[in-house]
């Protein structure tokens, strides 16, 4: 350990980082890297807390964690590897959320550092708060694709984390979603409205249904391309989407039919819609086409599954196989509905085969299954190498914040920017 190497850190640091007791929050892309980083300085108290558990797709990122260990506290596993490098460190690991009223200020009047790995903006401001109601310094972290920032918040001395306003995540109108999608990514975020629809929670705002009420679609909507149920009394009857999917025991051809035909016919009528957009197309389920669109067949026949943009018919036989799936877990499901994970094979393959069925219909690009995922999980693609010198220039700060020369530690908003500077100070 570094502190164990005389004259590898000067002796005031040394004793410093031997006898400080830290805080780490978050211990996944970032928090993995931090971790073993501190055990291997020589960090003697760390306290590290999670919430979450460990999923196969962190495995290719987060090194503290194997196959093994799925399903397993992230904070509790990470503590048990990092004690593989250094047997000496004392490792305090909780697995909990840090938001919970017990972690208080009290909590946090225990460390003379806490340092944040989150990628929850909500824990972010929350553990600000409580840093600057501690008066403790705070190390905020965080990393997108090639791009990290590091950022020392300490009362009197800089700004905090909430002083500058952030971009909240992008949302779409949900007229865009039912009526009139561009880009792939509304058919994808209307997909996944699908999935709560049919197998979830329900949300009446994440209505699927063509939205007559669209201010573009004023005026003579047109004949109704879908027969309306009536009573005898000749008043109609209006169900659920999910009441209506399980009269029809969820018969995938039936939901086709209603989704990708019948819908896209209603849309066809509200003729305003289409005055200045190229109109969608409705797909029957006996005439699907069996190519992709734009690719060549040598590369869709060789490419990974997962890697390729379905056809049409791939699209609706994996529409019907999941539908069949998750129709099953449904009714051996105890609370009653489904929640939806980008790591369940079966419910990213229905969103998979929706998206791209509507995306076709609208005449917008398709995506591989890989690449839905990515944007239906809301992933910024991680990049381990980034986490790692995030992780690195954490612990540099953390040695000058133990010093006491908060003025020195300097905020990196931009890693290139920062390695640039650093580069020209030395030719």
């Not at 005031?12 to 031997?18: A, E, G, P, R, S």
């Not at 509790?76 to 490792?91: C, G, H, Q, R, T």
């Not at 690449?371 to 010198?389: C, E, F, L, R």
């Not at 133990?402 to 640039?420: A, D, K, M, P």
Request: charged share 25%; with cysteine; aromatic share 8%.
């Amino acid at each position: 350990m570094a502190t164990s190497i005389e004259g590898l850190l000067p002796l005031d640091l040394n004793k410093l980082v031997k006898t400080s007791k830290v805080l780490v929050v978050g211990s996944g892309g970032i928090g993995c890297e931090l971790l073993k980083n501190l055990v291997l300085t020589g960090f003697g108290d760390i306290h590290i807390i999670d919430l979450d558990t460990i999923e196969v797709s962190n495995l290719n990122r987060q090194f503290l964690f194997r196959r093994e260990h799925v399903g397993k506290p992230k904070a509790l596993v990470a503590k048990e590897s990092a004690l593989a490098f250094n047997p000496d460190v004392n490792i305090t690991a909780y697995h909990d959320s840090i938001t919970e009223s017990k972690y208080d200020v009290n909590f946090y009047s225990e460390f003379a550092l806490v340092m944040n790995a989150l990628d929850n903006r909500a824990a972010r401001s929350h553990v600000n708060r409580l840093c600057l109601a501690a008066n403790k310094p705070l190390i905020e972290s965080g990393s997108a694709g090639y791009n990290g920032h590091i950022a020392l918040h300490k009362k009197s001395v800089s700004e905090c984390f909430d002083c500058t306003p952030r971009p909240h995540q992008k949302t779409f109108p949900g007229c865009t979603i039912r009526n009139t999608p561009s880009e792939p990514i509304h058919c994808i975020v209307w997909a996944k409205h699908l999935f709560s629809q049919l197998f979830g929670v329900a949300d009446p705002d994440e209505d699927v249904s063509p939205d007559s009420g669209d201010p573009e679609a004023v005026g003579d909507a047109g004949k109704l391309a879908l027969e309306n149920e009536t009573t005898e009394a000749g008043n109609t009857t209006k169900v659920s989407t999910r009441q209506w999917a399980h009269d029809v025991d969820y018969e995938a051809h039936k939901l086709f039919r209603k989704f990708f035909n019948d819908d896209i016919k209603y849309l066809l009528s509200m003729e305003n819609l289409w005055a200045k957009r190229r109109p969608p197309t409705p797909l029957e389920w006996e005439n699907l086409p069996d190519a992709v669109a734009s690719s060549s067949s040598a590369i869709t026949q060789t490419a990974l599954k997962d890697q390729r943009v379905w056809s049409m018919a791939e699209c609706a036989e994996v529409f019907e196989q999941s539908c069949k799936i998750l129709n099953r877990q449904l009714r051996d499901s105890k609370e009653g509905h489904l929640i939806w994970d980008k790591d369940d094979d079966c419910a990213m393959d229905f969103v998979t085969a929706c998206s791209n069925i509507r995306c076709y219909i609208f005449g917008i690009q398709q995506k591989s299954r890989f690449d839905t995922k990515s944007m239906a999980g809301n992933i910024i693609p991680a990049i381990a190498a980034t986490n790692a010198i995030v992780a690195g220039l954490i612990v540099m700060t953390a040695f000058k914040v133990l010093r006491e020369q908060l003025h020195e530690c300097h905020t990196v908003t931009s890693l290139g920017i920062y390695f640039q500077h650093i580069l020209e100070s030395y030719f």
